[in-house]
Structure formats: C-alpha cells, structure tokens
C-alpha cells in the first residue's frame, strides 16, 4: 500500500502548473511553457499551480526561486495556492521511495554513465539480479509498466524507443538525490494534477512518467507538448546554454511575441497596454487545439528586442 496523497482537492477539477528549475532566471522559452500553461488553466477555469523544481541542489543558483516568481509577477502569471519546492518534501519521496523497495520493485545499481556509454548508451538491467549493497550506488526501479506510446493532445502519437521503454530507470542517484522521474510523479499524483502543458523537448520522458502514474495507482494527467523555442535546429533556448534572461521591467515585447509565437499575434494597437489587458486578450482568444504542433521553432532575438520566428521543423 502505497502512502496516501493529498486529497483536499476538488476531484475532476482542472488542475494545471509550471514547473520550473531554479537554475537560472527564466528566459524566453521558459516563458512560451509558463504562458501556454497558464492560459491553458484559465481558459478551462481551472487552477494554476507554481513549483521549483529545487530537487537537483547541485544546479541551484542561489536567489532564482524569487527571481522567477518576481518575472511571473511581472509577466501577470500568477499562480493559485502556495508555492511548492522540491527541497521540502524529502520525506513524502522517501516514504514513496520505501514502499517501492518493500514492494521488491527497486535495486541498487553500480553502472556509471561511462559503462553505459560504452554499452551503447541505454541501460540494459544488468544489475537487476546482482544483489548489490545500496552504499555508494544508485537506485533503479524495476519497470513493470512499460509505457510504448501515448497520445500527446498536441503532438498526437508519440512512440518511445522499445528498449528505452523497458530500461529500469534510476528514481535515487548515487549521491542520494531524488531522481527527477520518481518526484515529478509523485508530485503531480498528490497535487492532483490533471493537464500538464510543457515543451516537447519532455516528450520522452512523459512515457515514463506515465507507467510510474500505473505503478504508483496514480491518475496520469493529459500532456500537452508546445512546440519548442530553438536558437537551432535541435539546440533549445536553456539556461545551460545560456539564453538571455527576459526583461521584468518592460514585460510587453516579450510577452508579445511568445504570443505569437503560440499562434496569437497580438494586436499593434494593444501592443503598449498593460499586461494584464494583454493577457484578457489572449484568454478571449487561446485555443489549447490552435496551438502550433512543430516540434521546434527557431527563434531570433534582434538587438531592438525584436523576435522572428523561422525554420518551422516537424
């Protein structure tokens, strides 16, 4: 029996939110995701939920978490309830984390990146039946819900990999972080959420995400995948590669142009109205279904602020 989840919530309302990494400040392709969520969740009127991905504390930069709530406030994207952080809720995943291992459904693991890399590159369950001790090594979660394909509401079939669909997948690093796959879901599962709208850079990792939705007896949300803001043809705007942060001072042009780039351009003569008449104009006119569904659109960030969107990919 697995541990029990938040239930304070309104069963089968929209629940929506934005998850971002505090690794950085948010920069344009952030902002596409926050936006098609949010405008998503209201269209819907639903709610919007915020949360920091803070779990990977080796990739936080100190003062990010303020100063990408202070950029949602100045873009007008404000969130429903309390902000969640990932750094606070180790005890939710470990008890997660032990109900799995009681369950025999989880195994230490001693191969490196390295190792795998020269196997090929996907891990193939070698250490499944190794009985490894879980000092110094990683903790794998042995796949009983391999997840082949799913229906994506904007990017309709996605098929996975089969071998990578069967990979037994690490949810506790050998440093003793949580991994990413195992606090998303559980996450998602006790904040019920319903529609997870983000960028298709993620859409591999949704298969997993579904089977562990099964395994843990957690209803998966819808997943929407918005086209993806590239500086190149496979090269998105990240803060690893360091994509401009967006200006909290004069919000309109950014927020302007991630509307068109989400199939809303904007008005000229509403262009230099406030923000938040901004944004009344695109919940009148957001269709979740009208959405671009590329995989990628190359985008271009002139000196005078101005953004071309090019080389449409499929």
């Not at 591999?204 to 957690?218: C, D, K, V, Y």
């Not at 199939?263 to 695109?282: C, E, R, T």
């Amino acid at each position: 029996m697995l541990p029990q989840f938040n239930s304070d919530y309104l069963s089968g309302s929209y629940r929506g939110r934005f998850a971002p990494s505090p690794s950085g400040a948010l920069h344009f392709g952030s902002l596409i995701a926050a936006l098609a969520s949010f405008l998503d969740a209201k269209v819907n009127q639903g709610q919007w939920l915020v949360r920091m991905e803070d779990i990977d504390t080796p990739r936080v930069v100190a003062g990010a978490a303020d100063d990408i709530l202070r950029t949602l406030e100045a873009y007008g994207l404000h969130w429903d309830g309390e902000v969640v952080y990932q750094s606070q809720r180790h005890d939710l995943y470990q008890d997660v984390l032990a109900q799995l291992s009681k369950a025999d459904l989880t195994y230490p693991c001693s191969c490196t990146r390295k190792v795998l890399k020269q196997r090929g590159g996907t891990y193939d369950n070698h250490c499944r039946d190794r009985q490894l001790t879980a000092q110094g090594n990683a903790l794998r979660l042995i796949q009983t819900q391999p997840v082949y394909a799913f229906t994506d509401l904007l990017q309709s079939e996605v098929e996975l990999n089969r071998a990578l669909a069967e990979e037994d997948y690490i949810v506790k690093r050998r440093d003793g972080l949580f991994a990413y796959q195992l606090v998303v879901v559980v996450d998602d599962i006790d904040q019920q959420i319903t529609r997870v709208v983000r960028g298709a850079d993620l859409l591999e990792p949704t298969a997993r995400q579904i089977g562990l939705f099964r395994q843990l007896s957690g209803a998966a949300p819808d997943y929407a995948h918005v086209s993806l803001a590239v500086a190149q043809p496979g090269f998105k705007l990240s803060k690893q590669n360091h994509a401009p942060a967006i200006d909290n001072t004069q919000p309109q042009p950014a927020l302007c142009a991630a509307l068109g780039f989400l199939g809303l351009p904007v008005p000229a003569d509403l262009q230099q109205h406030s923000v938040a008449q901004i944004l009344s104009w695109a919940q009148q006119h957001f269709s979740l279904q009208a959405l671009p569904r590329h995989r990628e659109i190359q985008v271009s960030l002139h000196q005078d602020g101005h953004y071309d969107f090019t080389g449409l990919t499929a």
